[in-house]
């Protein structure tokens, strides 16, 4: 008789490197999963309304390519990218900036085209993350990026942030080591370089997850304080076209273009299937991230890079982008009447205590999401069940926290339900904390 074959989990060939281990499914795709059942009005997911996608564009355009270059369209390309795209996205940088007040002098050689956004924080982490480097995240912060520097095995350190980011005395404290607020920028120089950290990633517009803006007084403050401790920025930025009222502050980036890396997308003004976005970086890092980007995949599809350019040429984007925002605006004001009318408006003047007893939320500027507080005592973890058993669903907050996360917080994505859906799913998300204080 023949000996058994061994299991595979007794004697299996496959040895998982290191970093493997540190690589974990996305806790909120996790969470989706439960909260994809029919029927339920989901504010959980973190996808842009399809109602905004350009359609007929894109058709347009993907006939015009393989009619014009066919062979270029569908040939091997630059690792760097499609050139008239590079040239779009640095004149729209610049006039950008120039609108906020600030010249922003973006070279197209500086642009490096991505597949998504998602994977310049992929080549990021790979350029300037060491095993054990310490690098500095805003708390909380975008998963995402978390998920993309892990496996480069470094020590994520979250920075006390408030409603308007990160918190300066914290990040010096935090690039300086133990409390050393008040120390001057010469002292700041002995710190050894290499246990300083290698970046501060930060979102200063419509932040995944909280909704926030960074206000203009604390980009300047940011600004400083990085250059002074020699702080890199890593300064991400997918929502920042997605403002309601007035654009934001100029970026991080054009107030020291040197010290940073920009990364941003056309997920969120044209579509994300087409995974494309763009990062601008200083010569001093450009061509190792180059490097980078031909190892992980040689080019971002050519195809699609071409289709965009021809999109966005004629200045489509400035036709396009205020339809986004004006149906997010009216979203975000749905969710907030919504919440008025089931929770009481929230008090202005409103005490701690107050305030401890109460959901809140924030009433973000611009972007996809709106970040709310349970009363104390209750955990967004907890509550979810309950709220899908009464059909609705969000993503608990914890999750985005680096360190520990606060058990009370939750995200409510208000882009892709309706406004009677909004409605419902507010209504019954009371009742599900009903029910919950009622246990
Ligand atoms: N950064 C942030 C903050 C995001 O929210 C997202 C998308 N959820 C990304 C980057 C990645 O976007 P993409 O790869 O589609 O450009």
């Not at 996305?26 to 996608?53: D, M, N, Q, W, Y």
């Not at 347009?60 to 390519?65: G, I, L, S």
């Not at 890396?261 to 763009?278: E, N």
């Amino acid at each position: 008789m023949n000996a058994p074959l061994p299991t595979a989990s007794v004697n299996s060939p496959w040895q998982l490197a290191r970093r493997a281990a540190r690589m974990n499914p996305s806790v909120i795709r996790e969470i989706l999963k439960v909260t994809e059942k029919p029927g339920i009005i989901s504010f959980a997911g973190g996808l842009p309304s399809p109602k905004t996608f350009p359609v007929a564009e894109f058709a347009a355009a993907c006939a015009k390519v393989l009619k014009d270059d066919p062979q270029g369209a569908l040939q091997y390309a630059a690792s760097e990218g499609h050139k008239p795209l590079r040239e779009m996205v640095a004149e729209q940088l610049r006039a950008q900036a120039a609108a906020a007040g600030v010249t922003w002098a973006v070279d197209p050689a500086q642009v490096l085209i991505t597949t998504g956004s998602q994977q310049g924080l992929d080549l990021v982490a790979k350029v300037l993350v060491d095993a054990g480097s310490k690098i500095l995240v805003e708390s909380p912060t975008y998963l995402g990026a978390v998920m993309a520097f892990t496996p480069m095995e470094p020590e994520v350190v979250s920075v006390t942030s408030d409603e308007h980011g990160v918190d300066i005395d914290a990040l010096r404290q935090a690039v300086l080591g133990g409390p050393q607020h008040g120390q001057s920028p010469e002292a700041a120089q002995q710190t050894s370089a290499s246990d300083r950290p290698r970046f501060l990633y930060v979102l200063p517009n419509f932040q995944n997850p909280t909704g926030r803006s960074m206000s203009e007084a604390r980009r300047a403050a940011l600004s400083t304080a990085a250059a002074e401790l020699s702080l890199p920025l890593i300064e991400d930025n997918p929502y920042g076209d997605l403002w309601f009222d007035t654009p934001p502050p100029a970026p991080l980036s054009s107030r020291n273009p040197e010290g940073c890396i920009y990364l941003g997308s056309f997920s969120k003004v044209l579509a994300p299937g087409l995974r494309l976005g763009f990062l601008v970086a200083p010569k001093a890092v450009y061509p190792k991230l180059l490097q980078a980007k031909q190892a992980a995949d040689l080019h971002s599809p050519g195809f699609n890079q071409r289709m965009i350019a021809e999109v966005m040429k004629d200045g489509f984007l400035d036709r396009h982008v205020p339809t986004i925002r004006a149906l997010y605006k009216a979203q975000r004001d749905a969710m907030l009447e919504a919440l008025a009318n089931n929770f009481g408006a929230m008090p202005v003047d409103a005490s701690a205590t107050e305030l401890d007893n109460r959901l809140c939320w924030n009433s973000p500027a611009g972007g996809m999401f709106l970040w709310a507080r349970l009363p104390a005592g209750m955990s967004a973890t907890d509550l979810l069940p309950l709220a899908v058993a009464q059909g609705v669903a969000f993503v608990p907050g914890a999750p985005f926290y680096a360190d520990h996360g606060d058990e009370r917080t939750l995200r409510l994505s208000f882009v892709t339900p309706s406004v009677e859906e909004i409605h419902r799913g507010v209504a019954a998300l009371a009742l599900a904390m009903k029910a919950y204080a009622a246990e």
